[in-house]
Nanobody, 121 residues
Framework: QVQVVESGGGLVQTGGSLRLSCAVS????????MAWFRQAPGKEREKIAT???????TYTDSVKGRFTISRDNAKNTLFLQMNSLKPEDTAMYYC???????????????WGKGTLVTIYS
C-alpha cells in the first residue's frame, strides 16, 4: 500500500535552514509529479513546490529563491531544502504525489502526518 513519511521539521531561528524528507513506499517517485504542501495555523493548505516526472520544478512566489525541491530516485525519497527561513514559513509540511501533469491528487492517496516547522524571531 501507499505510504509517505515526512520528517526533518523542527524549531529554527529566522534565517536558518532545514531539509525536509518524504520517504515513499508503494509507488516510484520518478513516475509522478511530486509536491510539497504546507498549512499554517488558520490558513488553507497550499502547494508550495512541485517536481515533475521529468524533473521540472515549480514554486509558489513566497518560497521561490529560498526553497528547492528535489528527489533521490534510488532512495525513493523527496526532499525540500529550505533556506533563509522566515516566521511566515511556520506550518505543518506535507508531501503528496500528483498526476503526471501536476494538476490532480490521486484519489487512492491520503495525507500523511506531516512534519512541523516552527520559525522564531
Amino acid at each position: 500500500q501507499v505510504q509517505v513519511v515526512e520528517s526533518g521539521g523542527g524549531l529554527v531561528q529566522t534565517g536558518g535552514s532545514l531539509r525536509l524528507s518524504c520517504a515513499v513506499s508503494g509507488y516510484t517517485v520518478s513516475s509522478y509529479c511530486m509536491a510539497w504542501f504546507r498549512q499554517a495555523p488558520g490558513k488553507e493548505r497550499e502547494k508550495i513546490a512541485t517536481i515533475s516526472a521529468g524533473g521540472s520544478t515549480t514554486y509558489t512566489d513566497s518560497v521561490k529563491g529560498r526553497f528547492t525541491i528535489s528527489r533521490d530516485n534510488a532512495k525513493n525519497t523527496l526532499f525540500l531544502q529550505m533556506n533563509s527561513l522566515k516566521p511566515e514559513d511556520t506550518a505543518m509540511y506535507y508531501c503528496r504525489r500528483l498526476s503526471t501533469n501536476c494538476r490532480f491528487f490521486l484519489a487512492i492517496d491520503t495525507w500523511g502526518k506531516g512534519t512541523l516547522v516552527t520559525i522564531y524571531s
